[in-house]
């Protein structure tokens, strides 16, 4: 109904002495969709045949563990480590490339066994798009900045495109790109970059000549005001170290607007107008090593006490719930999470890698422990 999408007001789910304000947007992406579709189309219609994927097709647990159940093999994990050596491909099995898209040294080493990647690629259009806008930025010679988790598929994927077309340089955060900015103004000699930046920069990147012309695109699911930051950041560099006018920035720092998918732009923008809602906590459910989650969580977590789950099983009761830490990297069990009063009310998201039956069954379970589990289920009904 809201074709423009133009409202941001999360839906109340009014169960009297408990009111939960779901996003007006969460949940599975078109990238995760279409990803998903394709693994179990192929599935079916290779019945017999060794079928393996990249790794995870998407950051979700649950997801990938139906794939596995379905008979489907991962080659390596989420970090790029071995779980199954590539010579165990053979010419007549199925490689099934996720939606994170993967490195061209990658898609290499499977053609040359043999393995027909155009066929089964899952690849993202938006993550694509990255790739493109990181060409059109190498051709006008300008250096690939990429804002992105560097062990992340998708980033590793993104450095592996633009470093085939330019000098690129992976930047994790805003820390970092203020030590990267101290190279660009000579403030740091450039002897030190190549150990301060192991592992995120291009072969034969020079420190010296390859930070002069800039341009920056991030991966497609960090916080929309992180990478703004970061691109801001660099660009006052720029137009400080080389006392730039308006109308000559682009000499030096290519004017490219941020690379962040639709997805990830509508979920975040959701999460905003959802926190305009006075609540007393926030539940937020993704996969543990999913990036557009945790940012989901970030910005709740601005405001008020937030858990971050990746499955109903995870409220033990109205009293325990184990939630995830990602600035700790640990699930932790918290007391007391639900406050003793009514109405109490919950803002409720979900990441572009979740399916909604999670979120449908978070749902039901509190409404149990407020006596409206059957409100709960004519409440679903009304969405079907
Ligand atoms: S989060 Fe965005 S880029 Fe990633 S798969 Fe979904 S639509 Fe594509």
């Known amino acids: 109904m809201d074709k423009m999408k133009k409202d941001f007001t999360p839906t109340l789910l009014d169960f009297g002495p408990l009111q939960i304000y779901l996003a007006r947007h969460f949940g599975f992406c078109y990238g995760v969709e279409n990803a998903i579709e394709i693994a179990f189309k192929t599935v079916e219609e290779n019945p017999g045949k060794r079928i393996f994927l990249l790794s995870e ?9 139906d794939l596995q159940a379905h ?31 993967t490195t061209l040294e990658i898609e290499k080493k499977l053609t040359e066994t043999g393995i027909r990647t155009e066929k089964y690629n899952t690849t993202c259009p938006f993550v694509e798009k990255v790739w493109n806008r990181s060409e059109a930025i190498a051709q006008k010679n300008y250096t690939v900045v990429i804002h992105g988790k560097p ?16 000098p690129a340089v992976i930047v994790k955060d805003m ?17 030190l970059f190549y150990e301060e930046f192991k592992g995120q920069y291009s072969e034969g990147f020079d420190a010296q000549k390859d930070l002069e012309q800039i341009g920056v695109v991030n991966q497609t699911t960090m916080l929309a005001s992180d990478t703004q930051a970061i ?12 006392k730039l006018t308006v109308s000559a920035i682009e000499e030096h720092f290519a004017d490219t607007r941020d690379t962040l998918c639709y997805a990830t732009n509508d979920n975040q923008t959701a999460v905003t107008g959802m926190l305009e809602t006075r609540a007393d906590l926030a539940i937020v459910v993704g996969g543990y090593n999913s990036s557009n989650t945790s940012h989901l969580v970030e910005l709740c977590e601005q405001k008020l006490p937030v858990y971050f789950i990746n499955d109903e099983k995870k409220i033990l009761s109205s009293k325990e719930i ?12 918290t007391n007391n999470y639900l406050p003793e009063k009514y109405p109490i009310k919950i803002l409720l998201t979900s990441g572009a ?3 909604d039956a999670l979120v449908e069954g978070i749902i039901k379970k509190l409404a149990g ?8 289920e004519e409440m679903i009904k009304q969405f079907e």
């Open 322 to 333: 184990l939630h995830y830490n990602f600035h700790i990297k640990e699930e932790i069990l």
């Open 57 to 65: 097709m998407i950051h979700n647990p649950q997801v990938n563990a």
């Open 175 to 191: 820390e970092q790109t203020k030590e990267l900015a101290k190279y660009i103004t000579g403030e740091k000699p450039s002897s």
């Open 71 to 101: 008979g489907i093999e991962f080659l390596q994990d989420t970090y790029g480590k071995t779980l199954i050596p590539f010579e165990v491909v053979k010419p007549d099995d199925i490689v099934l490339i996720p939606a994170f898209g």
């Open 369 to 376: 422990f407020y006596f409206a589990g059957s409100r709960a």
């Open 151 to 166: 062990k992340h598929e998708e980033t590793r994927a993104t450095f592996s495109h633009a470093a085939s077309n330019a």
């Open 231 to 242: 691109a801001d950041y660099l660009k006052q560099t720029m137009v400080m170290k080389y």
């Open 353 to 355: 890698s979740c399916p």
